[in-house]
Nanobody
Framework: QVQLVESGGGLVQPGGSLRLSCAAS????????MTWYRQAPGKERELVAT????????NCADSVKGRFTISRDNAENTVYLQMNSLKPEDTAVYYC?????????WGQGTQVTVSS
């Protein structure tokens, strides 16, 4: 079955960096675009960025452009989100998602808290 497992979240000071990982299994990872989303307390889930099956970034949110980088390693079945210059407003639970045919699969999320 499809499984997505995020890791790498934590508490970081403003201006700091984190790298999130999402390990995928149960499907042909290299064939599908992968997307990071986030959901802050009291807000709707929002798209952060998508990486195509071949590694191109598309659909990057304006709020993270120039600070966040999405990438993937098809040999390791893993998608990454490098987050630099973090701001308090980046505090959220971060999820990875894959859409296979008409079904969306999500990981359990990883908490990122940006605070001094």
């Amino acid at each position: 079955q499809v499984q997505l497992v995020e890791s790498g979240g934590g508490l970081v000071q403003p201006g700091g960096s984190l790298r999130l990982s999402c390990a995928a299994s149960g499907f042909t990872f290299s064939a599908y675009p992968m997307t990071w989303y986030r959901q802050a307390p009291g807000k709707e889930r929002e798209l952060v960025a998508t990486v195509t099956s071949t590694g191109f970034t598309i659909n990057c949110a304006d709020s993270v452009k120039g600070r966040f980088t999405i990438s993937r390693d098809n040999a390791e079945n893993t998608v990454y989100l490098q987050m630099n210059s973090l701001k308090p407003e980046d505090t959220a639970v971060y999820y990875c998602r894959v859409r296979i045919l008409t079904t969306d699969y999500w990981g359990q999320g990883t908490q990122v808290t940006v605070s001094s």
